[in-house]
């Protein structure tokens, strides 16, 4: 899985624990990103519905989502990654853009994307190998990128992973099944039908995803676009359509509101921290606005190890602390009674210690700003 910003990954075993605790058999996953609190609803046997508006994640969702490991043909991926992996590099837009314009690859890996992007988009449009190759080359282009896991930036002196070779593998394919929607949230909302439980991850300050991973966009739409600034981005991260509204202080409160009153769920998990626009307490709010049971987990992101530090009560009472400088998770729980309890009761089970670095934790100092 790829660094990605808000990327909810130490938050997974707890989210699995949330769905098995509703006895959810089918699940949304409203701001999917990397799909890998989708991943985790199929492992727990839900059909999930993956939204997001990115083209990468819809990518992923096709790939972790929409098909089953049990049934995939890994042969047949296999067969079309060795392929991939024997070609040679050929100069193209990705070298001129992002290795020469910018630093975010090495000049060797950056004509390897450009072989094996078009030669995917020659040999496999319109299957469903796409997704899968695609899926596999970002992986790949990850790994040996020259960024602390945002595109606004790339580091002045190359990481020492962009030394390695670019090495496409097969994807590791998730168990159960779902679908991809790649759509407004809250377009979403009107359209799909009710679920057991609904996950909502929105964006929640001003980091927007559509120039924090304008890289991984450009290569799905292999459109070449025009870039501009000392990040090379697209030309289009200026337009209004690629800015959502989750993303603007004035907009955000108000379109999450929406989302959380609209979704068509018996239990919607809201997820937020504290350097949101908008507080627990005002995202509490909009949950009892659906009526039933809420509730709020907390989780000390710096020493999360998957379970619980607070519980927050109907009347605001709270367990729990967490440490000092770190940042806090919460998840809201809003729906039937009985299911919100059951979920509280599981989700403070011990889980799975998991301290990887995530996006932006490294000293930006370190990093040449676009
Ligand atoms: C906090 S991230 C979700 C991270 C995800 N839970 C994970 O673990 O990878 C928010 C996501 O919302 C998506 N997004 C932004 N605006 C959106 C909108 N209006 N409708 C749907 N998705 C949107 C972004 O592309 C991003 O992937």
């Not at 839900?46 to 997001?52: H, L």
């Not at 072989?115 to 899926?135: C, F, H, K, N, Q």
């Not at 009472?317 to 440490?323: E, F, I, T, W």
Request: charged share 25%; hydrophobic share 40%; aromatic share 8%.
């Amino acid at each position: 899985m790829i660094k990605y910003l808000g990327s909810k990954r130490t938050l997974v075993p707890v989210l699995g624990r949330l769905a098995r605790a509703a006895e959810a058999g089918t699940a949304l996953d409203l701001f999917t990103g990397t799909t890998r609190v989708a991943q985790e609803f199929c492992r727990q046997g839900a059909y999930v519905t993956a939204v997001d508006t990115a083209a990468y994640a819809d990518v992923f969702a096709r790939t972790y989502v929409e098909l089953d490991a049990a049934t995939v043909d890994v042969t047949a991926v296999r067969a079309a990654i060795d392929e991939l992996n024997a070609l040679p590099g050929t100069d193209g837009y990705v070298t001129e853009t992002f290795c020469h314009r910018s630093r975010y690859f090495q000049p060797h890996n950056g004509r390897r994307i450009d072989a094996i992007r078009d030669a995917i988009e020659r040999r496999w449009a319109g299957t469903w190998l796409w997704p899968v190759l695609l899926t596999s080359l970002l992986e790949a282009a990850d790994a040996v990128d020259s960024t602390v896991g945002l595109q606004m930036a790339y580091l002045k002196k190359w990481s020492p992973r962009s030394y390695n070779g670019l090495r496409l593998a097969v994807p590791a394919f998730t168990p159960g099944t779902g679908r991809a929607v790649r759509t407004d949230a809250q377009r979403a909302v009107d359209e799909l039908d009710r679920v057991d439980l609904a996950y909502l991850d929105s964006p929640y300050n001003q980091h927007r995803y559509y120039t924090n991973y304008h890289v991984w966009e450009t290569l799905v739409r292999w459109d070449a676009p025009e870039v501009y600034g000392v990040a090379c981005k697209r030309v289009d991260c200026r337009d209004a359509a690629t800015k959502s509204p989750f993303n603007s202080r004035r907009t955000m409160p108000a379109a999450l509101a929406s989302v959380v009153e609209g979704v068509r769920a018996d239990v919607v998990a809201v997820s937020i921290n504290d350097e949101s626009f908008v507080s627990r307490a005002e995202v509490e709010e909009m949950c009892r606005a659906r009526g039933g049971a809420v509730e709020v987990l907390a989780f000390d992101s710096r020493r999360y190890v998957g379970s619980v530090i607070g519980v927050y009560d109907g009347k605001g009472r709270k367990v729990g602390s967490p440490g000092a400088r770190s940042t806090t998770e919460f998840i809201l729980l809003a729906g039937d009674p009985d299911r919100v309890a059951a979920m509280v009761e599981l989700a403070a089970d011990p889980g799975t210690v998991d301290p990887g670095v995530e996006p932006g934790t490294v000293d930006p100092d370190t990093a040449a700003v676009g």
